[in-house]
T-cell receptor, first 112, second 114 residues
Framework: GQQVMQIPQYQHVQEGEDFTTYCNSS?????IQWYKQRPGGHPVFLIQLVKSGEVKKQKRLTFQFGEAKKNSSLHITATQTTDVGTYFCAGLSGGGADGLTFGKGTHLIIQP | NAGVMQNPRHLVRRRGQEARLRCSPM?????VYWYRQLPEEGLKFMVY????????ESGMPKERFSAEFPKEGPSILRIQQVVRGDSAAYFCASSQGGAVQPQHFGDGTRLSIL
């Protein structure tokens, strides 16, 4: 079945440093979604990427979808303490009948 | 505008009992998804339902687990004869359309098995 791998599992950064998490799928994806989950909270939708090579920005966050639609990345510039949490990518490979396949997430820990 | 409502937030059961988890989707959403999350793990897809229909249950264990989304009322995830390994957080999400649409998650139900 489809597998979505995410690295790194944990990332410690100093406040103000940049952060990147990478997502790789074993199959071509029709779309990829990114979610953020704060400790003790629930996943919150951040963005969806659909097109090959697509790049989207949300303030300090930049999301990319690979040309082959099998990988994606999330980059945060100048991290702040509010960025703490776990960032998940979630891929969809079918025509929409299947559920999303989530990566295991990257836990972002920020040291002030 | 109420979001996805899950209850109970915490549920404690003894081995062998039944657990019933409820989920009311966001207003206007007719697609419901159930996920299971273990500590420090990602979300594992269990089942995708529309009103009165199971669309995809490929992530559901074959035994003891069932889900429904009746015409009226919330979606229910039911676990019969619970075992220690069922302890986890169970999240429900809803969307307007299929999985191509963003999913809105509830606060989850933390299930603990004694």
């Amino acid at each position: 079945g489809q597998q979505v791998m995410q690295i790194p599992q944990y990332q410690h950064v100093q406040e103000g440093e940049d952060f990147t998490t990478y997502c790789n799928s074993s199959t071509t994806l029709s779309n990829i979604q990114w979610y953020k989950q704060r400790p003790g909270g629930h996943p919150v939708f951040l963005i969806q990427l659909v097109k090959s090579g697509e790049v989207k920005k949300q303030k300090r966050l930049t999301f990319q979808f690979g040309e082959a639609k099998k990988n994606s990345s999330l980059h945060i510039t100048a991290t702040q303490t509010t960025d703490v949490g776990t960032y998940f990518c979630a891929g969809l490979s079918g025509g929409g009948a299947d559920g999303l396949t989530f990566g295991k997430g990257t836990h972002l820990i920020i040291q002030p | 505008n109420a979001g996805v409502m899950q209850n109970p937030r915490h549920l404690v059961r003894r081995r062998g009992q039944e657990a019933r988890l409820r989920c009311s989707p966001m207003k206007g959403h007719s697609h419901v998804y159930w996920y299971r999350q273990l500590p420090e793990e990602g979300l594992k897809f269990m089942v995708y339902l529309q009103k009165e229909n199971i669309i995809d249950e490929s992530g559901m264990p074959k035994e003891r687990f069932s889900a429904e989304f009746p015409k009226e009322g919330p979606s229910i995830l039911r676990i019969q004869q619970v075992v220690r390994g069922d302890s986890a957080a169970y999240f429900c999400a809803s969307s307007q359309g299929g999985a191509v649409q963003p999913q809105h998650f509830g606060d989850g139900t933390r299930l603990s098995i004694l």
